[in-house]
């Protein structure tokens, strides 16, 4: 199947906030890992703070050369859940996917991710949080990194207001 030599790509899921420890011990092992983060930032009570996340919860990626590595003792690995498998063997990686997520880290090593707005100018929203919490509007447009512009009614006209982009839902 795989030919001697041949380190391929392959995906371990961790146990609930595990990927730390199942990296170390992965590592400690002799086993590569790759385990893409991205920057969050969170609000909470006026303070906005950043922090790195995993891009996919509760997974990383191992290289592994099925022929000549010991691949079954990822599965009793401190941290780890189970190596996907189909059936018996561990399901590979399709070539390339690790090199284009990698492609898109910048130079401290966290993926970027492409902002896009997840409405269209027009579309109808709801304010879920804050004090315009329940309102409706309409989307206008992404105003920067964190925040959209809607219109609300109020006082019998439409008014521009700025606002966290988490606050905002599909009405």
């Known amino acids: 199947m795989t030919e001697a030599g041949a380190m391929r790509w392959y ?12 990296a170390l011990n992965l590592r400690r092992q002799g086993f590569e890992v790759y385990w893409p983060r ?16 995993p891009l ?11 022929a000549a590595q010991r691949w079954r003792s990822v599965q009793s690995t401190f941290g780890v859940a189970r190596l996907v ?5 561990p399901a590979r ?14 130079g401290n090593g966290f993926v970027t991710l492409d902002i896009k707005p ?13 004090a315009f919490a329940e309102s409706r509007g309409l989307f206008a447009n992404l ?21 966290d982009a988490d606050m905002v839902a599909a009405a």
């Open 85 to 89: 498998c189909n059936g018996d063997e």
């Open 11 to 22: 995906v371990v899921q961790t146990q609930p906030n595990a990927e730390a420890k199942a």
């Open 56 to 66: 996919f919860p509760r997974y990383m990626f191992v290289a592994i050369d099925i």
């Open 118 to 130: 997840a409405f269209a100018p027009g579309d109808k929203v709801r304010v879920v949080a804050g």
């Open 38 to 53: 991205y920057l969050k930032q969170r609000r909470h009570a006026r303070k906005v703070d950043v922090a790195a996340k």
């Open 143 to 163: 105003a920067d990194h964190d925040r959209v512009s809607i219109l609300l009614e109020m006082l019998g006209r439409k008014v521009r207001v700025l606002i």
């Open 93 to 106: 990686v399709p070539d390339g996917v690790v090199d284009v997520i990698r492609a898109r880290e910048d």
